[in-house]
T-cell receptor, first 117, second 115 residues
């Protein structure tokens, strides 16, 4: 299984709502990532989890809260978002480079298109 | 300073022709990886090919090859015999082992294959 799944595919929420994005992989990868991609721009790294621990937070506002319940799942909890947070949110996973094997290529899910009204 | 530079915002190519997408990079880390991803209009990022900084030979994957010129810090993607389905955004990305685990992406090249 070389697939990363993300739910929901589309999400529309108001600025006062609380919602969560979900990501799942069954490739045995121990590194998982959240990226944000605005229209016609490259993806930008938000968070990195390595062995279920948050290892990188790229100065993301606290209205985005990541969670890694286990090695296969990654969530992104959303609260009090702004319209400028509307974007495609991509989840990815890879082998941890410390394992010393493979290229560490990241496999991406299909993304969640988020619209904040 | 940009770590990954893609100088071609858009390209139009005739079907069945070969395509070269340019990518230059900047790093002081001796150990790094270079990746190319394809992103169709559906949004999914599809991994195409990888080149490690210590690899002696250029990477190849089917119709994709990577022209790696380390001294010039260049990692161009070559697509042979282009197909209509190759129309998409193409991103060059770098991962530095000594730094963050995330990928740093270039701005991308929008490739359109014409029949």
């Amino acid at each position: 299984d070389t697939e990363v799944t993300q739910t929901p595919k589309h999400l529309v929420m108001g600025m006062t709502n609380k919602k969560s994005l979900k990501c799942e992989q069954h490739m045995g990868h121990r590194a998982m990532y959240w990226y944000k991609q605005k229209a016609k721009k490259p993806p930008e790294l938000m968070f990195v989890y390595s062995y279920e621990k948050l290892s990188i937070n790229e100065s993301v506002p606290s209205r985005f809260s990541p969670e890694c319940p286990n090695s296969s799942l990654l969530n992104l909890h959303l609260h009090a978002l702004q319209p400028e947070d509307s974007a495609l949110y991509l989840c990815a996973s890879s082998q941890d480079l410390r394992a010393g094997t493979g290229a560490g290529e990241q496999f991406f899910g299909p993304g969640t298109r988020l619209t904040v009204l | 300073a940009q770590k990954i530079t893609q100088t071609q915002p858009g390209m139009f190519v005739q079907e069945k022709e070969a395509v070269t997408l340019d990518c230059t990079y900047d790093t002081s880390d001796p150990s790094y990886g270079l990746f190319w991803y394809k992103q169709p209009s559906s949004g999914e990022m599809i991994f195409l090919i990888y080149q490690g900084s210590y690899d002696q030979q250029n990477a190849t994957e089917g119709r994709y090859s990577l022209n790696f010129q380390k001294a010039r810090k260049s990692a161009n993607l070559v697509i042979s015999a282009s197909q209509l389905g190759d129309s998409a955004m193409y991103f060059c990305a770098m991962r530095e082992r000594g730094g963050a685990d995330g990928l740093t992406f270039g701005k991308g090249t929008h490739l359109i294959i014409q029949p």
